[in-house]
Nanobody
């Protein structure tokens, strides 16, 4: 059974940082490109970042470029999202998933940035 378990969210002041983790079971992260998405209150789910299957290529949404960093630890089968210089607009539930459809969603982790 494939599972993704996100963690690391919380409440942080604007300008602060958080590191999210996504522990994957049932598949190897080294076999897939991996994505982070987020869903803000009242908005559609938004793609945030991607790391390639090789781990050597990353892509970011314009809204987070230069502030967020996606990485992975193959030995831990875990994908990370380092988030810096957070703003209230980053408030959302964050999810990781495989880039290849169909998407598989975990429960997400709530990030709240206070102004």
């Amino acid at each position: 059974q494939v599972q993704l378990v996100e963690s690391g969210g919380g409440v942080v002041e604007a300008g602060g940082s958080l590191r999210l983790s996504c522990v994957v079971s049932g598949r190897n992260v080294s076999d897939y490109s991996m994505d982070w998405f987020r869903r803000a209150p009242g908005k559609e789910r938004e793609w945030v970042a991607q790391i390639s299957r090789s781990g050597g290529v990353t892509h970011y949404a314009d809204s987070v470029k230069g502030r967020f960093d996606i990485s992975r630890a193959v030995a831990k089968n875990t994908v990370y999202l380092q988030m810096n210089s957070l703003t209230p607009d980053d408030t959302a539930v964050y999810y990781c998933t495989f880039a290849q459809p169909p998407p598989i969603w975990g429960q997400g982790t709530q990030v709240t940035v206070s102004s």
